[in-house]
């Protein structure tokens, strides 16, 4: 499926149209726009902020080609004026942001763009994207790896995500929030995750009885996991049971899969067979279906299972699969903007985020504007100036996922818990913002 | 983001371990593959299949380049005999499939595929990457089409659907539904879907006052949306009618756009101010949060709206993001293939859906053996053979609308409506189908 490269053309039309109009008004000055949700989903404590390497990758390669250029013009929509700014297009601006894998919380933006005002405006489109969907599947994922409490967990829904995209950022989001593996070979080959497979139903279908495709399958693969549910479990279990016997020192089997039915009792039932049998070293994996709730109460009910596969219901962050994220101006030519849609008051301003620990533990962040400053650490970091990309802004997966993890263990325990944090961790407004959120309630109460 | 041709890789890698041990076992017979639904989502009466041109797409181009070879033979994990084999892959098998833009129902094949076994396993997972996703999406689209009961839908939501391909196949799998326009540039080129686009609260607040934005936006777009509620809707409208006044006859303004609020009364209150204004060609669009559910309650409490934008809910198909969408072996080397796991029990064969009209309305489904005949008329029809797909299976994206619409217009109309249709169609099995379904069940209650 070789394409030219179309990425510049993934935005949305008014992208376009609006940039038009402000190289017409020769509206060039600085605008600052803020990437934040303005809500959190009923079942999110905190999102774990990702897609940011996306965002800025995007940002210093974004270019419009011959080829991009000459179907636009064939459009008959955009002036000369237009294309002709567009075909010498470089992002110039910066960027400062939170940390991927760092959590954050309603109104605390994940990034700011400070930018001309058409260029900073043509990019909202793709880094939303690509922010608020890692985002989702993170902050997701990030639930699941705290049900399996320390058990490993396996991501490998490629195959009912929304589409191939996500299937790769599926497999990022899932590792940085502290997934072991992956299914998904273009991931283990673009990010480096560890691979992991076991075997389909169509397998055992294929051959004549269960037994002789798990004897087929070892001397290929001698230590697999062996998919035991695609007549009847026990039997399957049975079955492994028997090749062991058979195959005696060389058998290497590692795992079972269990992919349905009542994975706690078939759980029970298989390591206890499996320890009768002398078998203690082959770890359960179980999978089919399964959620953050379903994890959980396998894991609290003590289900003797070693391994979690998770796919559709994370990659696609089943019960939320999108965040009330927006990319807002917040500041032009030196101004703050403010907006008064009803229900969707903005604050103004370019903004920092401080966390403020006390023994180890976040126990509340001050959204400030961004010059001023306030007890703790502060969490937007320059990451991007004169549309370059700063050393020290390329982590990698590795280091995101260990950030992740520190991070998140700095939360207190009723916001890793899966359940609503009742009260809900504590953002306050510093001063000068908080002034501005009055007097926009003002203005918006005063409105006929 | 140039990139290298990875799509090769986008699959799971124990679509590559089970090839191996397939080629091991010299196990080259030919295997029926059958993706169909197990069951439909609680709010949905039937799906509309989407996502077979992307599949064939895949079958005819999937090869492995040098460098993909070169990587997985860097993984130590396969043998020369799979990486050669990779290297001469062309996919040689024949797809039966039911169009694009036709109602399917749960178990009914959306596609079959027929071909030597390592091949037929070796595409499931990006076949059903394309088909699940984009499937979900057109269903989920034609409901809001439904809503809106024959006023316009655009579709602009690409900013917040998961990842940049999911951006694309929302384009294309809503336009098939019945949507009328994205705001994607990128699905503009590459689908031919028209584009629309209307402003952003960013461009009114970039300018002091949004009488002057509107101004400086007309003076550009002169039939352009107006996006009346960055600070107070109505006293948006009425800086539309002053505009209007100012500009006399040179005003074109097309329309007004309402993004929050009660849309109910202030589309109504606005619809009003214009006419008052003397200015009854100026439409009113709706956008915000939308999805089937408001757009009907809005349609139905008669709301002057003459457009709808919808993006999140309909994207992502917020109520169902995933559907229970399988590719399962169900015929190999001429046999019949069962499976029993709880609850997924499976029927066997290669099979043909005959849908049975009376009066130019659908009532009833029969699901039989590929070979066997019932009334109605067939749906699966052959699109491949031998790896090439058959002339006529490449309708252009407008012929699958029509289809979809002719298609969707021929079911009862209760299967149309929002809720649950009680009963739900009915869809029967074919002698050898319900024999053997008999037969499962007797197998699978007797499993100790």
Chains 1, 2 share one sequence.
Request: proline fraction near 6%.
């Amino acid at each position: 499926m070789n394409r030219p490269d179309d990425t510049a053309l993934l935005t949305d039309l008014y992208e376009l149209t609006m940039t038009e109009a402000y190289l017409e008004e020769g509206m060039w000055d600085e605008a600052v726009f803020s990437l934040f949700a303005r809500k959190l989903p009923a079942r999110r404590n905190y999102l774990l902020a990702a897609g940011l390497d996306d965002a800025l990758t995007y940002l210093e390669q974004l270019r419009f080609d011959a080829e991009t250029l000459d179907w636009l013009a064939s459009q008959g929509r955009f002036s000369d004026r237009l294309l002709g700014w567009l075909e010498r297009f470089r992002f110039s601006g910066d960027v400062d942001a939170v940390p991927e894998g760092t959590p954050v919380f309603a109104e605390e933006p994940l990034l700011e763009v400070r930018a001309p005002l058409p260029e900073a405006q043509l990019v909202e489109t793709y880094l939303l994207n690509q922010v608020h969907f890692q985002t989702a599947v993170a902050s997701k994922a990030r639930r699941v790896v705290e049900a399996a409490a320390g058990r490993d967990v396996m991501e490998f829904g490629l195959r009912r995500y929304h589409g191939t995209d996500a299937g790769l950022k599926v497999a990022r989001a899932a590792y940085l929030a502290g997934v072991g593996s992956t299914s998904n070979v273009l991931a283990g080959k673009r990010y480096g995750i560890p691979l992991a497979g076991t075997m389909a139903h169509s397998y055992v279908q294929a051959h004549d009885d269960e037994l002789e495709a798990f004897r087929a399958f070892v001397r290929v693969y001698p230590s697999a996991t062996l998919l035991v549910d695609t007549y009847d479990t026990l039997r399957g279990v049975q079955h492994v049971i028997r090749l062991a016997r058979e195959l005696g020192e060389d058998f290497q089997v590692r795992s079972i899969r269990l992919d349905s039915g009542d994975l706690l009792s078939l759980s029970i039932a298989a390591r206890e067979m499996l320890d009768e049998a002398g078998l203690p070293q082959v770890r359960v994996y179980a999978s089919g279906g399964l959620d953050e709730d379903t994890v959980a109460r396998l894991v609290t009910h003590g289900a003797p299972i070693d391994s979690f596969g998770v796919g559709t219901a994370m990659g696609v962050s089943a019960d939320a699969p999108a965040l009330d994220m927006a990319y807002k101006l917040v500041a032009y030519a030196g101004r703050p903007r403010v907006k008064l849609s009803s229900g969707k008051v903005l604050l103004p301003g370019a903004k920092q985020i401080y966390r403020h620990d006390v023994d180890g533990v976040a126990r509340g962040d001050v959204l400030t504007n961004r010059d001023d400053v306030a007890p703790g650490r502060p969490l937007l970091q320059p990451v991007m100036r004169a549309g370059q990309r700063l050393p020290g802004a390329t982590p990698t997966l590795a280091d995101i996922q260990a950030h992740a993890r520190r991070e998140v263990s700095r939360l207190p325990p009723e916001l890793r818990a899966l359940a609503p944090a009742r009260p809900p961790y504590p953002v306050t407004l510093g001063r000068a913002l908080a002034r501005a959120r009055e007097h926009e309630v003002e203005l918006w109460s005063a409105a006929p």
